[in-house]
């Protein structure tokens, strides 16, 4: 008798564990884990040149638009002015072609003309009287037909085709112009966003190759965390649907983040899932953002639980 009432008590006991156990499994809402993530980005210059100043230091925040490193522009503002002179002479050349000849140089071939032909009547007159040669007439008629083509183009102006040549070559000296002007702006490497440097490794004196990455900034504007979630559970999440962020290392804090894609084609969970068993499952990836914030660093492990389920 006294056996069967320590023996009852004790499995009442167990089933109301197991009962709790198993009414907790049913009503918590499942967790996730991922790694917090930030948008990396690489400034850099498309000319390239040796670094005069680095104005920032790794672990900086710096805002949009603010100077990083500033590269040598002596080389690149020569070459502009030699390309603005070879513009300005372009464009002279342009106006002759269009206008043609000034009034001066008219009027001197029209004076050409008229010492040809009077060359030209004087060796007429020679020959009719047999004083001259065929060969002086035939001379002068050439210096003549010269001449008066000489005063008919100056009476004309530029020719059509030399004018859309001339144009042409304005053209091509124009844009190799805006393209230094635009490689001298290159030589100012400037932060894009608001941002933390992660990694900046330049020093004055330094050669940065065009088209290098100068620096490693971190875009704190852009963060997020990515899970994977199995197929039977992905039914009730929506994009824009919310969730609660708990990270490593910042006990008591929850972190407000939104569904901000569900990827569309199922995966085998990748290998940075928790355990082997979940690895073997379909899931799908699912991107939530969260709002900046310090303590959000890349590389952390964040568990993610969802509302509204």
């Not at 100077?67 to 522009?73: C, T």
């Not at 007429?124 to 037909?145: F, I, T």
């Amino acid at each position: 008798m006294n056996r069967k009432l320590i023996v009852l008590p004790v499995l009442l006991a167990a089933s109301l564990f197991l009962g709790w156990r198993w009414w907790r499994g049913r009503v918590a809402p499942p967790e996730y884990w991922g790694t917090v993530e930030t948008r990396v980005v690489r400034p850099g210059s498309l000319a390239g040149g040796r670094v005069v100043r680095v104005a920032a230091r790794e672990g900086d925040f710096v805002k949009a638009g603010q100077l990083l490193i500033q590269l040598d522009d002596e080389p690149l503002a020569l070459q502009v002015k030699q390309q603005e002179a070879k513009v300005a002479q372009m464009r002279a050349q342009l106006g002759r072609t269009a206008t043609g000849p000034r009034e001066e140089e008219r009027r001197k071939a029209q004076i050409a003309l008229s010492a040809a032909e009077t060359d030209l009547r004087r060796q007429d007159a020679l020959l009719k009287q047999g004083l001259g040669s065929q060969q002086a007439y035939d001379g002068a008629a050439v210096r003549a037909a010269q001449a008066r083509e000489d005063y008919l183009a100056a009476l004309r102006g530029g020719r059509s085709e030399d004018v859309s040549a001339a144009k042409a070559g304005l053209s091509a000296e124009e844009a190799r112009l805006e393209e230094l002007i635009r490689l001298q702006r290159e030589t100012a490497i400037l932060a894009p966003c608001d941002c933390r440097v992660e990694v900046l490794d330049l020093r004055p004196g330094d050669l940065l190759p065009a088209g290098q990455p100068a620096a490693r900034l971190l875009d704190g504007n852009d963060t997020w965390v990515r899970v994977y979630v199995p197929e039977p559970r992905l039914a009730p999440l929506k994009v824009g649907g919310m969730a609660a962020v708990r990270v490593e290392g910042v006990a008591g804090r929850v972190f407000a983040a939104r569904v901000a894609a569900i990827a569309s084609e199922g995966e085998y969970t990748p290998r940075n899932v928790q355990t082997e068993s979940q690895r073997a499952d379909l899931v799908f990836a699912v991107k939530l953002t969260l709002e900046p914030d310090p303590a959000l660093k890349p590389g952390i492990a964040a568990r993610v639980e969802f509302q509204g389920r």
